[in-house]
């Protein structure tokens, strides 16, 4: 990678520091290292030899035992804070399970069974992760649709794993009906419609679930107990901005019990905490991190339909949240906000989840008074992940499970080889290709498709016959077995000879005072090597015309090496994103800098000069020409 994120931005924990915390840890902390994972491991053997654990018995132990503890908070009024708390709308344990066993009940009733698909397509409501229960209560598999997919590719999605029934909110019955005509089984599957807000009559050929399960038994249902350990629970799929369709990948039982383990040992939950987890329910963050470690806590899930910035902190105060857990891309509009006095005047002790930059993490920490940070990463179709169990900055943790980062060469896009055919682990301080051991003892589920993820598996990495799942991201070593995130291969690009990190463009362009919110890519200039950089801007409260690019470039040049600099700027009302609020970059780098494709103002940094400039006709003309030595 660039000079400047080996060098400036790297950070690698020193020995001296590290050994410090670890003894700081082992003395204090009621789980240090040899304890904890010794704990959970015990815990994952009695859940493997006694059987019978899994998704539904977690909810039906917890609800026996924490019968009146809040299972679940929502609540979408954005009403001002007035620093007066409310009770917000939830549901206690003993009642979300007796509503989960009704549905799950109906669902035996209606003749579905074990391995059967039921496709869910909910806002964030209550009754999706009721509905996520009581299938794995049964044995059969959720299919959690993204909400953001449109016509085509929701029909894709459906199509690529038939269901036996497709319940559907009726705030998407609009979004359904787009995309019904493509779906090729639509005739064969049970049509059921979930109300919400009663506005909407429902449509013909559509069965009203919560209708349905009125005079449906409340009991835990006796298939539960019968769920294997390594039986698939949910479909989660790939919502990437790297073009192409989605791809379906299993998360199992076991998933779900072992994360749940070692996110609330992690945690520490009690019975007060409340996590705020404002991502989408079929965020497999959402599904296998923040929900699982709550219930088996009896801790409460806060949700909220839609994320917002503005009102982050707000809802954690109306949640009571103790902890919340993100994504990157959600603390970088949470960072991009003005600046509040009571910024640090919220309940939140402690965040969770995954991309939190090297960056921002100490700024982010110390304007909010967040105490712990509990980094990990992974995702559905990995064998395996990482957790920063103890709080150390800017790293993604330890993993239990066999990994390694080797040399990748960013040009070729491929990985090292050495003179004996063999890949080669990257040194310490060093980034490469992230990858993690497929054995028999660490199986792959991998996608639902076999070829799809074939393509994602190495073989012969390090000797005959081994193979190694192609995490597809960048990683740096940075000692004692602690990983730290870099960027996805598909973020980075090559200029002058160089690697240049989108990530690490965009934190340094967010940190801009008139900036609310950046997105980097490259771009292809003719006659030259490589790719350019440019970068689409939301301004934060400014207009174009207002726009400081003399104090931009200054900052620019102290940030970044000059390879890193963006060649080109395109001012933008907003970015389009997924709803897990990753950037669409894909159209952006088809319409590149040409002017004519686009009518958002774009600037250019031509060879030389030391600010940029409006883009005319005439110039992109004699760029295109090679008239300009980039």
Not at 118 to 139: M, Q, Y
Not at 330 to 348: E, T
Not at 593 to 609: A, G
């Amino acid at each position: 990678m660039t000079e400047q994120i080996n060098q400036k931005k790297g950070y690698v924990i020193p020995e001296e520091e590290f050994k410090r915390q670890m003894e700081y840890i082992n003395t204090m902390d009621p789980y240090p290292p040899n304890i904890f994972y010794q704990r959970y491991i015990d815990k994952v053997k009695k859940a493997k030899t006694e059987g019978g654990i899994n998704w539904g018995t977690m909810l039906e132990t917890t609800a026996e035992k924490y019968p009146n503890r809040i299972a679940v908070k929502w609540d979408d009024n954005d009403m001002p804070w007035t620093g007066k708390q409310i009770v917000v709308p939830h549901i206690k344990y003993k009642e979300f399970n007796e509503t989960v066993n009704r549905y799950a009940n109906y669902f035996l009733k209606s003749g579905i069974q074990k391995g059967d698909i039921i496709c869910i397509l909910l806002a964030n409501r209550v009754e999706c992760l009721e509905l996520h229960v009581a299938a794995a209560k049964i044995g059969a598999i959720s299919s959690m649709m993204n909400t953001g997919w449109r016509s085509r590719t929701l029909a894709y999605a459906i199509n690529l794993n038939p269901s036996r029934a497709l319940i559907i909110g009726e705030e998407y019955m609009e979004l359904f009906d787009d995309a019904k005509p493509e779906i090729t089984k639509a005739d064969e599957q049970k049509l059921y419609f979930m109300e919400d807000t009663g506005k909407s009559s429902m449509p013909s050929g559509f069965i009203n679930m919560k209708e349905e399960i009125n005079d449906i038994s409340a009991d835990n249902p006796s298939t539960t107990g019968k769920i294997s350990y390594y039986d698939p629970c949910h479909l989660v799929f790939t919502s990437g901005t790297t073009g192409g369709m989605p791809k379906a990948a299993f998360t199992t039982h076991k998933t779900m019990v072992e994360n749940g383990t070692a996110f609330q040992m992690i945690l520490d939950l009690q019975k007060n905490d409340t996590i705020y987890a404002p991502l989408p329910l079929f965020h497999n963050t959402f599904l296998v991190a923040a929900w699982p470690a709550a219930m088996l806590g009896g801790a409460a899930i806060a949700i909220r339909r839609k994320f917002s910035a503005t009102r982050f902190w707000v809802d954690t105060r109306k949640f009571r949240a103790t902890k919340f857990c993100y994504v990157g891309e959600l603390c970088r509009y949470i960072m991009s906000q003005p600046k509040r006095p009571d910024d640090a005047a919220n309940p939140v002790e402690g965040m969770f989840g995954n991309g939190l930059r090297p960056e921002i993490w100490q700024e982010f920490k110390e304007r909010f008074d967040i105490l712990t940070v509990n980094e990990f990463y992974g995702s559905a179709e990995l064998p395996s992940g990482f957790v920063n169990q103890y709080n150390f900055d800017c790293t993604i943790g330890r993993s239990v499970k066999n990994n390694a980062v080797v040399k990748y060469d960013i040009h070729k896009n491929e990985p090292v080889l050495n003179k004996d055919g063999f890949m080669e682990k990257s040194d310490f301080g060093d980034i490469g290709l992230m990858l993690f051991e497929i054995s028999e003892s660490e199986p792959l589920m991998g996608y639902t498709k076999k070829e799809e993820t074939e393509k994602k598996i190495l073989r012969n990495v390090f000797k005959k016959g081994d193979a190694w799942f192609n995490t597809g991201d960048l990683m740096r070593n940075i000692g004692f077995g602690h990983r730290q995130f870099v960027d996805r291969l598909g973020d980075t690009f090559r200029w002058h000879g160089e690697n240049v990190s989108t990530s690490e463009v965009e934190s340094v362009l967010d940190s801009f005072r008139q900036i609310y919110i950046s997105a980097v890519y490259g771009v292809q200039i003719p006659n030259t090597d490589g790719r350019a950089g440019m970068a689409a801007i939301v301004l934060s409260d400014t207009k174009t015309e207002n726009f400081d690019f003399k104090a931009l470039m200054d900052m620019l040049k102290r940030e970044l090496s000059d390879f890193a600099i963006p060649m080109f700027l395109r001012f933008k009302d907003e970015l389009d994103q997924t709803l897990t609020m990753k950037v669409k970059k894909d159209k952006l780098k088809t319409d590149g800098y040409d002017i004519e494709k686009i009518s958002d103002p774009v600037f250019v940094l031509l060879p030389d000069e030391s600010v940029y400039i409006p883009l005319t006709a005439d110039i992109r003309d004699k760029i295109n020409k090679g008239l300009y030595r980039f």
